[in-house]
C-alpha cells in the first residue's frame, strides 16, 4: 500500500477511531489518557466512540480532541479540521430543530413585538415633542405681536400723560413767578385817598394771594341723619377673644422622674414640641423634668429603666407595651 492510500485512509478514518489507533500504538490505555488531562474516563471513551453528545459544548470538546491528539503524537489541527467536518451535519441538524421548534416561533413573535411597541413609542415621544414645541413658538409669535386695541391704549396714555406734565409745569411756573400785584403793593398805597375824614386814614394794603385751600367733601353733606353709618368702637380680635374665654389659664406642668440602672438612650417632649431631654443615660443617672402636658416618652433600652414617676407617682414599667426592648408611650395628666 502507497502513502497516498495510507493518508486518504487515515482521513476516512472517524476522529475518535485516529485517537484509539495512536493510543494502542503507544500502549496508553484510557485512564492514563484521563487522568493527564483531570477528566473521567466515560469522557475519552465518549470521544473514541463519536458519541459527542455527553460533553457540554463544542468549544470544550475540541479542547479535549485538540490535547488528546498532542498526548498521542498526531497533528492536532488536521484531528480539528475532521472534527469540523465530522460536526457538520450535526450543526445543521440542531439548527433545523430549532427552527422547527415552537418556542423558537414563540420567541421570534415576542422579539417582533418588543421591536415593534419601541418603535411605537419613540414614534409617540417624538410626536409630542414636535405639538409642545410648535406650540410654545405659536405662543411667543402670539405674544410678540401687538394688538390695534392696545396700540391706541398705548397712544392716549401716552397723550394724557404729555398734558398731566404739561398742566403740572404751568403750575409750577405760576407758582414760582410773582404776580404784579404782589410786586407793586407801595404804588396802590400811594394811589389810595382818604375816604372821609383827616385824622381817618384809609390805606389800602394788597396782601399776596395765596392759593385757596380745596374744600374738604364732607361725608355728611346731602345725606339724612336716619341713613349716617353708625361705627361703634370694637375691640381688638386678640383681645375679645381673650375677653370671651375667662377659664383660660397656663399650660397645665407635668414633672417626670425617672432612674436607670444600665446605659439607656431616652427622648422626652412635650405638648409644645419641645424637646425636654434627648440623650444616653447611664446606669445610676437620675431624669427629673417638667413640661406642658402631655408628655411623649422614647425609651431605648425599657430593661435599663430601673422607675418612673409621673406627677410624684410611681409607674408600673411592665405595663409598656415594648418591642425589640425599645417603648414609645404617652404620659397625660
Known amino acids: 500500500m502507497s502513502g497516498d492510500e495510507q493518508a486518504h485512509q487515515v482521513t476516512t478514518e472517524s476522529v475518535g477511531d ?16 484521563a487522568d ?14 463519536g458519541d459527542y453528545s455527553k460533553i457540554d459544548t463544542e468549544l470544550f470538546l475540541k479542547g479535549y480532541v485538540r490535547t488528546y491528539a498532542r498526548q498521542v503524537g498526531l497533528d492536532a489541527d488536521a484531528v480539528i479540521a475532521d472534527l469540523n467536518r465530522e460536526l457538520e451535519p450535526v450543526r445543521q441538524q440542531k ?11 414563540i420567541e421570534r413573535t415576542k422579539r417582533r413585538k418588543r421591536q415593534i411597541a419601541k418603535l411605537l413609542i419613540v414614534l409617540v415621544i417624538v410626536a409630542v415633542t414636535a405639538y409642545l414645541v410648535v406650540g410654545y413658538l405659536a405662543g411667543r409669535e402670539a405674544d410678540s405681536v401687538p394688538s390695534p386695541a392696545s396700540e391706541s391704549t398705548t397712544d392716549t396714555s401716552a397723550s394724557s400723560e404729555e398734558v398731566e406734565a404739561s398742566d403740572l409745569q404751568a403750575q409750577e411756573t405760576d407758582r414760582l413767578e410773582p404776580s404784579q400785584d ?3 403793593p407801595t404804588r396802590l398805597e400811594e394811589v389810595v385817598e382818604p375816604a372821609s375824614s383827616a385824622t381817618d386814614t384809609v390805606t389800602a394794603e394788597v396782601v399776596p394771594q395765596e392759593e385757596p385751600d380745596l374744600p374738604q367733601e364732607n361725608a355728611s353733606d346731602g345725606v339724612p341723619d336716619d341713613q349716617m353709618p353708625m361705627v361703634a368702637q370694637t375691640t381688638e380680635p386678640a383681645l375679645q377673644e381673650a375677653a370671651q374665654l375667662p377659664g383660660s389659664s397656663e399650660p397645665t406642668q ?3 422622674q425617672m432612674s436607670f440602672s444600665d446605659d439607656c438612650w431616652i427622648q422626652v417632649t412635650d405638648a409644645a414640641g419641645n424637646r425636654l431631654a434627648s ?5 445610676g443617672d437620675q431624669l427629673d423634668v417638667s413640661g406642658e402636658a402631655p ?3 422614647v425609651v431605648g433600652a425599657v430593661s435599663a429603666v430601673e422607675s ?9 414599667v411592665g405595663d409598656l407595651r415594648v418591642v425589640n426592648n425599645r417603648s414609645e408611650f404617652t404620659l397625660e395628666l
Open 182 to 184: 404782589e410786586t407793586e
Open 36 to 49: 493527564e488531562q483531570h477528566l473521567r474516563p466515560s469522557v475519552i471513551q465518549a470521544i473514541e466512540n
Open 254 to 256: 407635668a414633672r417626670l
Open 295 to 297: 408628655l411623649r416618652i
Open 308 to 316: 418612673i414617676r409621673f406627677q410624684g407617682e410611681a409607674l408600673n
Open 18 to 33: 485516529q485517537l484509539r489507533f495512536a493510543r494502542e500504538r503507544l500502549g496508553l490505555d484510557i485512564a492514563a489518557i
Open 279 to 283: 440623650s444616653l443615660r447611664r446606669s
Open 95 to 105: 439548527e433545523l430543530d430549532q427552527q422547527a421548534s415552537p418556542l423558537v416561533t
